[in-house]
């Protein structure tokens, strides 16, 4: 079965740090990864979203960036974090779409606080 | 632009009340729409709806899709307070690559 593994949990940095949070997927090849932000109990804004290696689509204008060096791997970085960059964020992956519809499935999040 | 909207954004109600959840969509090249629940950390699945006017169940949940009207709702009843959740609803588009576009949620909160 797949399993998608998020880390770290949580996280806290100071405004200017850089940031690299990991995402890898089991069990499946060739699936499309996502990275979600989602505010304090609300809904989710996405932020990339990747097809295949190295192919990756930015969503939202923003001092973040993702990449996908391996077909299982997700890593969202920055160079320097602002407050604003606070919240939940998800890594997630579907099938890749063909006859079968394929849901979202998500890692447990890893909750960033900016200080 | 694509947007999903759900109502209400939050709900109180008493165990074992039904309550009713309401997602509409405006997206282009729209596909399916999923029904998803969070409690602490991951948004669990629920339901993906294709079709219109087909009704999914489980348990003592159930959703259904108006293609026509551009709507979904998932229904819950005899309410627990292990019902108590954000409710996510998100749209599935085709636009070359695939995207799932999220609604606000809905909080529910279900009261013993």
């Known amino acids: 079965s797949q399993t998608i593994h998020q880390w770290p949990a949580t996280l806290v940095q100071p405004v200017g740090s850089p940031l690299s949070l990991e995402c890898t997927v089991e069990?499946?090849?060739?699936?499309?990864l996502y990275w979600y932000r989602q505010a304090a109990g609300r809904g989710l804004q996405l932020l990339f979203y990747s097809i295949g290696i190295d192919q990756i689509s930015s969503e939202v204008p923003q001092n973040l960036s993702a990449s996908r060096p391996q077909d299982r791997q997700f890593i969202l970085s920055s160079k320097k974090l602002l407050l604003s960059d606070s919240g939940f964020y998800l890594c997630a992956w579907s099938k890749t779409p063909g006859r079968v519809n394929s849901p979202l499935h998500f890692g447990n999040g890893t909750r960033l606080t900016v200080t | 632009e694509d947007k999903v909207v759900q109502s209400p954004l939050s709900l109180v109600v008493h165990e074992g009340d039904t309550v009713t959840l309401n997602c509409s969509y405006e997206?282009?090249?729209?596909?399916?729409l999923l029904w998803y629940k969070q409690e602490k950390k991951a948004p669990t699945f629920l339901f993906m709806l294709t079709s219109s006017g087909i009704e999914k169940k489980s348990g003592r949940l159930s959703s259904i899709l108006d293609k026509k009207e551009l709507f979904s709702i998932l229904n819950i009843t005899a309410t627990q307070t292990g019902d108590s959740a954000i409710y996510l609803c998100a749209a599935w588009k085709l636009s070359g690559t695939y995207k799932y576009i999220f609604g606000t949620g809905t909080r529910l909160k279900v009261l013993a």
């Open positions: 069990g499946t090849s060739n699936p499309n």
């Open positions: 997206v282009t090249n729209f596909r399916s």
